[in-house]
């Protein structure tokens, strides 16, 4: 809830833009998102000259929540990385292990902790590193669980980001655990 927003304000503020909102209650909100001009061919050139570390790499996230599966999708696309969903930890597994089989293994996973009605990512990451010892995983958590969240390498995981997360701590995790 909310994060939608908060990623398009990062997204912008990381290209030196703002935005801005205009409401009126019962008629509805109008965002404005403001980005400075870019000379024409700049983008172009900057882009096919400068390879990006996440290009061709691919990974799996899971969230039982539409909205945040979805919203880590476009932060993950944005950042260069193709990206695949699972709605619970059983669909990641299955993901996971047939991807392990066609020889085409994700880069790294993005597992929801807490899945209500089904399995979450305390228990998909026993079963993912029965398949992978090397699998990087990140735990995500919308609210705090202390014991997971601090001491995530304990439990298996490679990094741990909050929700809603900030564009450039998921960039430095990512990065660091990928290369």
Do not use: W
């Not at 969230?63 to 990385?81: F, S, W």
Request: with cysteine.
């Amino acid at each position: 809830m909310g994060l939608g927003l908060a990623i398009c304000y990062s997204i912008v503020k990381n290209h030196d833009g703002y935005i801005t909102v205009k409401s009126k209650q019962g008629l509805g909100s109008t965002f404005l998102v403001y980005l400075p001009a870019v000379p024409e061919g700049t983008f172009l050139s900057k882009t096919k000259s400068g390879k990006s570390a996440a290009r061709g790499r691919r990974i799996l996230v899971m969230d039982d929540e539409e909205d945040v599966l979805h919203a880590t999708g476009i932060v993950l696309k944005y950042l260069g990385y193709e990206v695949e969903y699972a709605k619970d930890g059983s669909e990641a597994i299955a993901l996971y292990q047939a991807m392990q089989e066609k020889g085409q293994p994700f880069s790294a996973v993005v597992l929801d902790l807490n899945v209500p009605e089904g399995m979450g990512g305390r228990e998909a990451i026993k079963k993912l590193l029965a398949i992978d010892p090397d699998v990087k995983a990140i735990i995500s958590c919308g609210y705090s669980d202390e014991s997971m969240a601090s001491e995530f390498r304990n439990y298996g995981f490679t990094g741990a980001v909050a929700v809603p997360f900030d564009l450039e701590i998921m960039k430095k995790l990512l990065n660091n655990m990928l290369g």
